[in-house]
Every structure is written in C-alpha cells, then in structure tokens.
C-alpha cells in the first residue's frame, strides 16, 4: 500500500542548509508535496512538486525528486531560527479521486 | 488564518463516550478531509467528503463516522471512546475533489484527550 517515511528528527545550526529527506512506496505517486506545521498551527503547504520534474526551487528552498528510487528532498538554505516546525512530506496520484497520504513528519529544531 | 474553522479546540472525555468534531470549510471548498495526528502513528488521513458526498476513505475505525452537510460543514463522530483515541484532529478543505495541485487548507485541530 501507500507509505511515506521521515526521519523523526532534525537539529541544524542557525545560518546552514537543512535537508529533510523522504521515501514513499506508491511508484503511481504523481505529486509529491512538503506541508510546514508551525507550534499550535495547522499544516500549509510549502511547495509541491510533479513526477516528471527533478528539482524545483523556490527561494531558500529546494525540492529534489528521486523517481527511480522515490526519494524526495526538501533543502532550506540559510535556516533561520522560523523554520523551526515539523516538515510534513506527502504524496497523492493522479485522480482527483487521489488521498494524499503524509508522512510523519520531521520535526526541525535550529541550534543558535 | 487558513479559513478553516475547527471546534471544539480542546476536548477531555472519559473511555466509552461519544464526541462530536465540528469543522467549516474555507469559503467556496467543496471537499472536506478529515485527518488523526498521534505521537506513534504520525498524520493518518481517516475520511474525505466532496459537496456532501464520500469521496475516499482511509484508516477509519468502525467507531468513527463523518457527514457533510449541506452548508459544507462537517462533523466527525467519535463514539464508544479508548485511551488510544487520544489525538489531534485535523479538518482540511480544498476548491476541488481532491489532488493532483489543490492545495489542501487545515484547520487548527481539535485535541481529544481521553481519560
């Protein structure tokens, strides 16, 4: 069935690159998404990306995708102490009948 | 502020009670989804609905029901509560049915503790 896996768990020094990575299972993934969950907050969508892409950049960020072995990346340059959150990788196919299915997200802690 | 309105924010209940999780959508989303957040099993999607309709359905104990109505809202019944019950619950709505690039909007949770 459909899986996503995060490591738990994150800690970066103030000013460097964070990398949050994720695997998923369902090789039918078309849309791949990194959601931020902010203390107290609910969860709102940071980026996505499609299938037949590799990277996309948006900013500070970067998402890179690994089709072959579904694997997918979230790089935050420059990690401000307001990244601090839980990073949420999820994915969903390409119904609109589609879940979209997160993983457990990692919790991204920066050290001053 | 996401426009996704959940109450109550905060819930404490006893084993083998019954509860009801009230969510409104953003203006203008059609499809409501509701979500689980625990400590051990991470975000799992429990329940869809699209303009008062089933749309998909997850990981759902047989314990819980959901409905649409039709204003859009939505509640998700909890009954015949456990200890493990225990969680945050998320609502979130979209314009559309679903996926692909639809962003998904979510509310703040409710947080059911079960005593």
């Known amino acids: 069935g459909e899986d996503v896996e995060q490591s738990l768990f994150l800690s970066v020094r103030e000013g460097d690159s964070s990398v949050i990575n994720c695997t998923y299972t369902d090789s039918s993934s078309t849309y791949l998404y990194w959601y931020k969950q902010e203390p107290g907050a609910g969860l709102q969508l940071l980026t996505y990306?499609?299938?037949?892409?590799d990277m996309k950049q948006d900013q500070r960020l970067t998402v890179l995708l690994n089709k072959k072995d579904k694997h997918l990346s979230l790089r935050i340059a420059d990690t401000q102490t307001g990244d601090s959150a839980i990073y949420f990788c999820?994915?969903?196919?390409?119904?609109?009948?589609?879940?979209?299915?997160f993983g457990s997200g990692t919790r991204l802690s920066i050290r001053p | 502020d996401s426009g996704v309105t959940q109450t109550p924010k905060h819930l404490i209940t006893a084993t083998g009670q019954r509860v009801t999780l009230r969510c409104s959508p953003r203006s203008g989303d059609l499809s409501v989804y509701w979500y689980q957040q625990s400590l051990d099993q991470g975000l799992q999607f429990l329940i869809q609905y699209y303009n008062g309709e089933e749309r998909a359905k997850g990981n759902i104990l047989e314990r819980f029901s959901a409905q649409q109505f039709p204003d859009l809202h939505s509640e998700l019944n909890l009954s015949s509560l456990e200890l493990g019950d225990s969680a945050l619950y998320f609502c979130a709505s979209s314009v559309g049915q679903g996926p692909p690039t639809g962003e998904l909007f979510f509310g703040e949770g409710s947080r059911l503790t079960v005593l």
């Open positions: 999820a994915e969903s196919g390409y119904s609109s009948a589609s879940k979209i299915i």
């Open positions: 990306i499609f299938s037949n892409m």
